[in-house]
């Protein structure tokens, strides 16, 4: 079969909560599943099934971008479970599960409300307060630190890291065969691979209580993880964890704010707040995209594609597919099943989703014991390509 071409250009940002970006992607998904970028050639997949298969398939659609990427001087060498492929994921990832098991992750939920009480205690007599700086930021800040073991007092630099990344992006999407770092992400990620190295060396030489200690204790068969492995390891935990759960937070309040019956229904049932998390994250994806490289033997819809290209997976548009989800541009509070690709699919299946969970259903059920109304004020949404979510808002606030 032949695809159908469209130019990158049209795509609209998110900068308006996603609302432009949403008609687009429904636009493009009902013409076809798959389109080419005649811009950057990257083939765009826009259906449910053909996103999961892509997503699955990681012997034909690789997270691997390094045989192409352009060379980069100075660039810290950095191993990121997101950006390898089996076998040495399944390595990697075998190691990394014996560490950060998911029933001690699931045991963090008393400790993660203490942390959001105590950050809500800090504003308790203010009407209006800053959501990101007071709550959506610190909290996964202090649970990760926490968590590995590193100071929160140097969370601000972790943040700091995190914005330049975000700010220096502006590569067409589907085009990542031209990516040039700009000098400010080399020099912080060269200032994060010295912090976390000397945490894993110091852990070497005495083992703490966390999870650095854990991942370099480690070993399956006698294999364990070097130290660039443990930093990576790390690193992504920290800065991975520091995105998704800052970004979900404030959507979901957003969200409800735009839907006062789900949030009235959540109010008098607390037992909805789970399923409202999972269907802000169907809704209103903080990641909405993934880049796969093309393999030799891919296909798409049974029509070969040539090794080297680039496939972008839709997530927003695949979480708003008709063929799998009724009334797909509705937020329905209560919806199950939700087999939203939020937290991506297959192996590369996010390492942190549950601890995120926990994070965002603590923080809601806190605020609406604390709160009887609550509204954003003057939201501001991330322009980032890729990336839904707002970027910063007030909360007016009163109480319960």
């Known amino acids: 079969m032949q695809f159908l071409t469209f130019d990158s250009a049209e795509i609209p940002s998110a900068e308006d909560g996603g609302a432009k970006l949403a008609s687009w992607l429904k636009g493009m998904r009902d013409r076809a599943p798959v389109w080419v970028d005649e811009r950057t050639g990257a083939h765009h997949v826009f259906g449910y099934a053909e996103s999961k298969a892509v997503m699955y398939d990681h012997a034909h659609f690789s997270s691997d971008w390094s045989s192409i990427a352009p060379p980069q001087d100075d660039m810290p060498e950095y191993v990121n479970l997101g950006t390898v492929d089996p076998p040495a994921h399944r390595r990697l990832r075998t190691l990394v599960n014996q560490a950060f098991p998911q029933k001690e ?30 709550l959506s930021n610190p909290l996964p800040a ?18 700091k890291w995190m914005e330049d990344a975000f700010n220096s992006f502006d590569n067409p999407i589907g085009d990542l065969s031209d990516v040039q770092v700009a000098d400010v992400v080399v020099e912080n990620l060269r200032a994060l691979q010295e912090y976390m190295l000397d945490q894993v060396t110091q852990r070497r030489k005495q083992p703490r209580d966390d999870l650095i200690s854990r991942l370099l204790a480690a070993e399956v068969d006698g294999d364990r993880l070097s130290d660039t492995e443990a930093y990576g390891m790390a690193s992504a935990i920290l800065m ?7 970004v979900t937070l404030g959507t979901a ?49 049974d029509t070969p594609i040539a090794p080297g290209n680039a496939v972008v997976t839709w997530i927003m548009s695949a979480n708003r597919d008709p063929a799998q989800f009724a009334d797909p541009d509705a937020f329905h509070v209560d919806r199950t099943p939700n087999p939203h690709l939020s937290w991506g699919h297959g192996v590369h299946y996010c390492l942190g989703a549950l601890l995120g969970r926990i994070e965002a259903k603590v923080a809601l059920d806190l605020l609406f014991t604390r709160y009887g109304e609550i509204s954003c004020v003057d939201p501001v949404f991330h322009t980032t390509p890729g990336v839904l979510g707002i970027k910063g808002t007030s909360l007016s606030v009163r109480r319960a």
């Open 142 to 159: 202090l649970v990760v630190a926490e968590l590995l073991g590193v100071p929160y007092e140097d969370q601000p630099m972790f943040r």
């Open 240 to 246: 991975g964890g520091q995105i998704s759960s800052t």
């Open 105 to 134: 992750v699931a045991a963090l939920e008393p400790r993660v409300r203490q942390i959001a009480e105590r950050l809500l205690d800090a504003v308790a007599d203010q009407d209006e307060f800053d959501l990101v700086d007071t």
């Open 253 to 301: 309040l957003y969200t409800f704010q735009e839907e006062p019956r789900a949030e009235a229904a959540m109010r008098a049932d607390r037992s909805l707040i789970p399923r409202a998390v999972e269907e802000v994250l169907r809704y209103r994806p903080p990641v909405m995209l993934a880049h796969r490289l093309v393999k030799p033997g891919a296909t798409l819809q």
